[in-house]
């Protein structure tokens, strides 16, 4: 008897007929006396929905209401996957966020957990019900409902597995694992038997969607097993008990996999995109202690994540120019902070571009091996393909190209580090 949390995804909610297959892989799972608690989204393209409602309604939203307006798509889903799961014989009911409560802080549209009571998730699962827990929402402590971020639900999905204690959190999705990139951009991609936690959270920080970031993050850290697979399966598919998907391990695990010729061990594991950033020029910047700070501690106040940084070398008269990329969702609050201290900061003009792409390489193998930079930079030089700015961690290099070269970029890379998968035999 195992105790189990599966999440599901948008695209797999979609629907009653949807929902009806995935009672099914519920109720198979629960079947032979398991312990399940489920996490849903709201169906597929609802957040969406509900986001445009809140513009309509007031282009400066408060973000508080906006939460309890777009909470509701993983209510609804919550409820129907419920009743379907009655419908089939297997007892179930919701827990919303606030019923469990999940706490969150305060931070509307991008909170964090802070705690789960599950007790009371506990107690119904060891009375044999199924727990129904709708994704991306919880309670502030003023009692106000939060939302945690887009793909928000796959955190809720593992801070509920860390608090039951859950032996494992199969994150269900439209694809049957993490792959060496998007295989909705790249058809050779290949799909991988494991990841670690350091490989995953780089990949979905720099724009792999298939997990949100902090679920990762708080897997690491709770020491939470993920497996990533796919509700698209027939009835006679392998069981999730036999990790037909990608686990996410410690880099001991990985190790083990290798040692036993499970995996192999590559410079690059992964390669992702991300076309949400957008880059700004400053130009004529004085060339002198502070000029940066200037302009980076107004972006850091108001919460705005600056991500590529570049100064080019000081032309004559002590002026430069500083590029850097910032969410295109804050584009233009950080246009209007700089505005307002063009003469503290002392440039001349703010150039801003949203159509640029930045293109990451992962693998912690690059701890140890030198040259993948190098590679990078060689075959997309070879494609024409011109890079803007770079930046590196340990484990990943980033560039920024125009966002219309992004999925040649992506294809030539994943061919350049040997990932493609073989050509099937004919
Ligand atoms: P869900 O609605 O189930 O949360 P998402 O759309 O958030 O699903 O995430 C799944 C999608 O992530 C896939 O359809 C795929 O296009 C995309 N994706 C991006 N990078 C990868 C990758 N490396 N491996 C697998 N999927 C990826
Ligand atoms: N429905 C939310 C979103 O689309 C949360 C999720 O699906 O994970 O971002
Ligand atoms: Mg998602």
Not at 229 to 246: C, E, H, I, M, N
Request: proline content about 3%; charged content about 25%.
């Amino acid at each position: 008897m195992a105790r189990i949390v599966m999440k599901f995804g948008g695209t797999s909610m979609a629907g009653t007929e949807r929902i009806r297959r995935v009672a099914n892989i519920v109720r198979k799972q629960a079947a032979g006396g398991n312990q399940v608690a489920v996490v849903v989204s709201a169906m597929a393209g609802e957040t969406d929905r509900l986001i445009n409602f809140c513009r309509e309604a007031n282009a400066l939203y408060d973000p508080a209401e906006y939460d309890v307006v777009v909470a509701s798509g993983e209510q609804v889903t919550a409820g129907l996957l419920a009743l379907t799961l009655q419908s089939i014989g297997c007892p179930a009911r919701s827990w919303l966020g606030w019923q469990l409560p999940l706490r969150t802080i305060e931070s509307h549209a991008s909170a964090r957990v802070e705690s789960i009571d599950g007790e009371g998730l506990i107690a119904a699962m060891e009375r044999g019900e199924i727990a129904v827990i709708p994704g991306f929402q919880g309670v502030s402590e003023h009692n106000r409902i939060t939302t945690m971020g887009r793909g928000g639900s796959d955190t809720s999905a593992v801070a509920v597995a860390a608090a039951v204690g859950a032996d494992r959190c199969d994150i269900y999705t439209d694809v049957d694992g993490v792959y060496t990139t998007d295989p909705r951009i790249v058809a050779k991609a290949r799909k991988l038997r494991a990841v670690t936690y350091e490989e995953m959270l780089e990949l979905a920080s720099v724009g792999a969607k298939v997990l949100q970031t902090r679920s990762v993050g708080l897997a690491m850290k709770e020491n939470v097993r993920v497996q990533v697979l796919s509700s698209f399966v027939d009835d006679d598919a392998a069981s999730a008990d036999d990790y037909p998907g990608t686990m996410i391990v410690s880099e001991e695990e990985m190790n083990a996999l290798v040692e036993k010729g499970e995996m192999e061990r590559q410079h690059v594991t992964g390669i992702a995109h991300d076309k949400n950033e957008a880059k700004i020029i400053l130009t004529r910047v004085p060339d002198r202690p502070g000029s940066v700070a200037h302009i980076f501690d107004p972006l850091a106040k108001a919460s705005i994540n600056v991500d590529m940084i570049i100064q080019n070398v000081g032309r004559d008269k002590g002026e430069t120019d500083v590029t850097f990329t910032v969410p295109q969702s804050d584009l233009a609050r950080a246009q209007a902070l700089l505005e307002d201290r063009r003469g503290e900061i002392g440039f001349n003009r703010i150039i801003t571009d949203s159509k640029i792409a930045k293109i990451s390489v992962v693998g912690v193998g690059m701890k140890s091996h030198a040259g993948v930079a190098a590679t990078m930079f060689r075959s997309l030089a070879d494609r024409g393909i011109n890079i803007q700015a770079i930046t590196t961690s340990e484990i990943k290099v980033s560039v920024m190209i125009d966002e219309d070269e992004t999925e040649l970029a992506v294809r030539v890379l994943h061919t350049a580090y040997g990932l493609d998968a073989p050509d099937e035999a004919a």
